[in-house]
């Protein structure tokens, strides 16, 4: 059975800096190839990349992730009853949130109790893990805790009620949701696997991190108080990083169901979903130290493939560390080095057929890739990925 499947393989160099930290504050690495690499971890690179959607989709079709759940829902169900008091909406919102769920939703009991100690008002109810929820899903369950006013617990011991609950928490899933999965501890029937795989970006040569010495004076220091009022070091690390993922264009869709708007075509909202995703995953950069490093490159290289079969990572072909050529740095050989790997692979498993590919270059150091596929600017990329899904999705005669 044919499958709709993205790869998206990108080859980015950073300078100096410490974009994802490790418990002590040094940059991660990981041992591949039997160096040490630098490692930027899947999950900051997901967020960086969930953070761009911001700017290139509607409000609308995003999810809020959080454990204040409760105040999210408070405005719209007032909205809809004006007669409901805040209080009121926070006690309604956590019982329909609890029943959608399956999820304590209750105020903390540290913030309770420091709450009652001091006599302050009780804090707002909260889930005890992150819930992910899209617009439309708060809409449903605003609807749903306004219209049990009355007497929550006798709404939701109906069936009807509260099967309306489950339902409203597990369909219409925004992009992000979609994209990236959502996990319910206590309910695995409205989980949600994730359309995208994003793998943990890692240097193509092995690395050592170096450490930062800095000082901070006092701007009121007198000659007679000489020297730094402040003293540390900040570990940081520079690498041309392999970063990799892939997007199962057929969860996707499931996912997204019918669509985030009723009067368009099914394969719409899933293009919008395709090309949002390619250029968050391509231009965003997680942010840590960003204030220290400044460190806001853009990647050298980017290969795209739509495939109709598997995904595939082009990582082996940095299992040996690529050595810095003199004057010419890692990116050239880790250009040079993907260009042979790709076809061979790619021959050997005959995974060639049907692949359409886009190459993303700029610089001398990039051009062995170009050959690879059709050279295009970042906007006729993502237009060009958008186009060839919704194709691939239209029913043949």
């Known amino acids: 059975m044919s499958r709709i499947i993205l790869d998206l393989h990108v080859l980015h160099t950073v300078p100096p800096s410490n974009l994802n930290r490790d418990d002590t504050g040094s940059p991660k690495t990981a041992v591949y190839g039997g160096v040490r690499r630098a490692r930027v971890s899947s999950q900051s690179w997901k967020r960086a990349t969930r953070l761009a959607f911001d700017g290139l989709l509607d409000p609308s079709e995003l999810g809020v992730r959080t454990k204040r759940v409760a105040e999210l829902l408070v405005d719209r169900i007032r909205e809809i009853d004006p007669t409901i008091t805040t209080s009121e909406a926070l006690s309604l919102a956590a019982v329909t949130v609890s029943v959608a769920t399956g999820s304590t939703v209750e105020a903390p009991k540290r913030k309770a109790d420091a709450a009652k100690k001091s006599g302050e008002k009780q804090p707002a109810p909260e889930s005890s893990y992150l819930m992910f929820l899209s ?11 306004a219209e049990s006013k009355e007497d929550p ?3 939701y011991k109906q069936k009807a009620n509260k099967d309306r609950a489950k339902k409203a928490a597990d369909t219409r899933h925004s992009v992000d949701i979609a994209l990236f999965g959502r996990m319910v501890a206590d309910d695995a029937d409205i989980n949600v696997d ?27 220091n007198t000659r007679a108080e000489p020297g730094a009022s402040m003293i540390g070091t900040i570990e940081f690390n520079s690498a041309t990083l392999y970063r990799y993922a892939a997007l199962d264009v057929d969860l996707l869709r499931r ?25 968050g995953f391509i231009t965003s950069m997680p942010t840590g130290k960003s204030n ?9 290289a980017v290969i795209v493939k739509l495939r109709g079969d598997r995904p595939i990572s082009f990582v082996g072909a940095f299992e040996e560390p690529a050595p810095a050529m003199a004057g010419n740095g890692n990116l050239r050989e880790a250009c040079d080095r993907l260009a042979r ?10 995974a ?10 700029t610089g001398d150091s990039t051009a062995e890739l170009s050959g690879l596929g059709t050279e295009v600017s970042l906007k006729k ?13 239209e029913p043949t005669e």
């Open 341 to 350: 790997y790709i076809p061979d692979v790619e021959n050997m498993y005959d």
């Open 255 to 279: 996912n997204l169901g019918q669509g985030l708007r009723e009067d368009e075509p099914l394969t719409e909202p899933v293009r919008r979903a395709v090309e949002a995703f390619v250029q």
């Open 135 to 145: 617009e439309r899903q708060r809409e449903g369950l605003a609807q749903l805790a």
């Open 381 to 393: 990329l993502v237009s060009a990925v958008g186009e060839a899904v919704t194709r691939r999705q």
């Open 194 to 220: 994730a359309a995208a795989q994003v793998a943990h970006a890692l240097s193509v040569h092995a690395v050592d991190n170096e450490s930062d010495y800095y000082t901070a004076v006092d701007d009121r």
């Open 352 to 361: 060639e057929d049907g692949v359409l590919t886009w190459v993303l270059r």
């Open 292 to 300: 220290t490093f400044a460190n806001h490159t853009l990647p050298d």
């Open 153 to 155: 617990k006798a709404f």
